[in-house]
């Protein structure tokens, strides 16, 4: 059975993933998708991760390069600029903090229901 990401959570951390993933190597966007998919983001579609790349490259996060392949058209690599590994560490940061707040609350116990109710 394939698990799903609520939809919303993700669209808050894509960005993040992303920046993560092409920190540890420069990639295309079919690869980045592919790449996702196998760390178990199965339900991540290239429909959500280009355009997160393009956003990404438009606040100049991401620096693109045309590569030439022997499959067809040039692929557009893309790599973490300056201010893209700045927003990586940020926004690792930040969700480390997330997580933190998040599990305190989660992991308080709970009353056991009362019978009936």
């Known amino acids: 059975m394939t698990e799903t990401h609520d939809p919303q959570l993700l669209k808050g951390v894509l960005s993040l993933l992303l920046l993560h993933l092409l920190a540890e190597r420069e990639s295309y966007g079919y690869e980045v998708v ?4 196998a760390a178990g ?22 620096a693109t390069r045309l590569v030439p392949s022997p499959s067809g ?13 700045a927003a990586l560490a940020s926004g690792s940061d930040s969700w480390a903090r997330h997580i933190t707040a998040v599990d305190a609350v989660l ?6 229901p009362a019978e009936g109710n």
Request: no cysteine; hydrophobic share 30%; aromatic share 8%.
């Open 41 to 62: 983001f199965a339900d991540v579609l290239e429909g959500s991760v280009y355009p997160a790349l393009t956003r990404l490259q438009r606040e100049g996060r991401l």
């Open 107 to 112: 992991s308080r116990p709970l009353p056991t």
């Open 34 to 37: 592919q790449r996702l998919q």
């Open 73 to 85: 058209p040039a692929r557009k690599y893309y790599r973490l600029t300056p201010a893209g590994h």
